[in-house]
């Protein structure tokens, strides 16, 4: 039986290369050849233990875009688009069962019987390896003719993220002052929809001066320093909103003392987005007076459904040549390098890393371009 790598995570800070059976496709389902895996932080969160327990040993990697090799049966992918072998696809790293309350009822993700991860031993979907095996339920797409998949791959989960987020509390409002805490992917892609939503303000907080940079890059009218003290960077926004504040706040930091200080960033009548805490556990202390006085609305998202996964695809590929997406790719690693890339990714030295199965451990952490 034919075989190929897969970086499989046996215990928590514990990868290992294996080689893994490459299995027929199981009926609606797919086998793709893995062009590019998105390494995201919460991998590092996963790797680390911070996520919980895993069903150990599993295949790592979430964020996908390969190359259909073989078709279960069918001629569609689930937007009734029609594909064939040699398409490339993107797809939602989670499949759902249609058959419970969540589904069919709440019209939610995840689903009630939904599976995140597959033993490594077993037909996988997992992103670091050189195939992915799509389930039956697992929706994929097939990218727009002429679509960059560097483009696509550049802000993985996070911009299906960003879109779940806005779509649970509230899109952004034409002329709307925006803030971004953190311009890591997550905070990259708000910047991105807020500024083609037609956002007056989009202010960015970060400490890393080049990432300001890029957030500046897709939009961002206004970038503020981490290294000032809450005060500054508060009375800095505060000038350029106006007295009335923000209307809209992203969190994007990952960073628990980023919540305190996004409710006080929060303008009157204005909402308070949660996206990147999800790793991050524990608790912070806020003012309930704050939220009651200044009628602030705070709501949280995550897991997109297969429709964010839809809308990012196809947005990348309408700004590709607007914007610099590609060129949000600074670091591409070999599958035997995995651990360097979520190392990298968790010191923040990348602005997006990606695993590619063509290169070998030689050229791990090459720059792209």
Request: glycine content about 12%; some cysteine; proline content about 7%.
């Amino acid at each position: 039986m034919a075989t190929g790598r897969a970086t499989v995570l046996v215990e928590p800070n514990r990868l290992e290369t294996w080689d893994v059976p490459v299995v027929e496709p199981e009926h609606g389902g797919a086998l793709v050849r893995i062009v590019l895996g998105g390494v995201c932080g919460s991998d590092v969160h996963i790797t680390n233990g911070q996520a919980g327990i895993m069903p150990f040993p599993i295949i790592l990697g979430h964020e996908g875009i390969g190359r259909i090799e073989k078709l279960g049966g069918f001629d569609t992918d689930y937007a009734g688009v029609p594909v064939k072998p040699g398409d490339l696809v993107y797809w939602s790293p989670i499949a759902a069962c249609h058959r419970c309350y969540s589904c069919n009822v709440l019209d939610e993700t995840p689903c009630d019987n939904a599976r995140f991860f597959e033993d490594a031993s077993k037909p996988n979907w997992g992103s670091y390896a050189d195939f992915a095996w799509l389930p039956n339920g697992l929706a994929f797409f097939k990218l727009p003719d002429g679509a960059d998949p560097l483009a696509v791959a550049a802000l993985g989960c996070a911009l299906p993220t960003v879109l779940r987020g806005f779509d649970r509390c509230g899109p952004v409002r034409l002329g709307e002052s925006v803030v971004v805490q953190g311009a890591g992917p997550v905070g990259l892609s708000a910047v991105l929809v807020a500024k083609q939503a037609g956002a007056r303000d989009v202010i960015v907080i970060d400490g890393v001066e080049s990432k300001l940079e890029v957030a500046r890059s897709l939009g961002a009218t206004a970038t503020v320093s981490l290294s000032l003290s809450a005060e500054e960077r508060r009375r800095q926004i505060y000038d350029l909103t106006g007295p009335s504040g923000p209307s809209l706040v992203v969190e994007a930091a990952g960073f628990l003392p980023a919540f305190p200080e996004g409710v006080d960033l929060t303008g009157i009548h204005g909402r308070y987005v949660i996206l990147g805490l999800w790793g991050a556990i524990g608790t912070q202390p806020i003012s309930p007076r704050d939220m009651t006085t200044k009628n602030i609305t705070i709501g949280g998202a995550t897991f997109p459904k297969p429709k964010h996964y839809h809308g990012a695809m196809h947005l990348a590929a309408q700004l590709q040549d607007k914007v610099p997406l590609a060129a949000l790719v600074t670091h591409r690693y070999a599958i035997e390098d995995a651990g360097k890339a979520l190392d990298a990714v968790h010191q923040g030295r990348v602005i997006k890393a990606v695993i590619d199965p063509e290169l070998s451990p030689a050229n791990e952490g090459r720059e792209h371009g």
